[in-house]
Nanobody, 118 residues
Framework: QVQLVESGGGLVQAGGSLTLSCAVS????????MGWFRQAPGKEREFVAN????????RYTDSVKGRFTISRDNAKNAVYLQMNNLKPEDTAVYYC???????????WGQGTQVTVSS
């Protein structure tokens, strides 16, 4: 069994920062990349960023480029999302997920709430 557990969410004022963490545990599994997604109330879940596990290549959705940074720690088996200059529109539940070699996100965490006040 594989578990992904997010932490680090909370309430922050616009312009502030938060760092989300995702700890991966359980049996060994094939992992091509790790990603962060978010879902705001009444909206569909959307891609935020991902990082290729073997070489750290990253990709971001346009709305967070220059503000968010995804990183990984292979030794700790964890992935992070540093979020700076947060905006009210960043308010959402943030999920981490693992992508397999078939480019499908097949393991998901339970989510952590991020609320940005104006």
């Amino acid at each position: 069994q594989v578990q992904l557990v997010e932490s680090g969410g909370g309430l922050v004022q616009a312009g502030g920062s938060l760092t989300l963490s995702c700890a991966v545990s359980g049996r060994t599994f094939v992992r091509y990349a790790m990603g962060w997604f978010r879902q705001a109330p009444g909206k569909e879940r959307e891609f935020v960023a991902n990082i290729r596990w073997r070489d750290g290549i990253t990709r971001y959705t346009d709305s967070v480029k220059g503000r968010f940074t995804i990183s990984r720690d292979n030794a700790k088996n964890a992935v992070y999302l540093q979020m700076n200059n947060l905006k009210p529109e960043d308010t959402a539940v943030y999920y981490c997920a693992s992508m397999n070699n078939g480019f499908q996100y097949n393991y998901w965490g339970q989510g952590t709430q991020v609320t940005v006040s104006s």
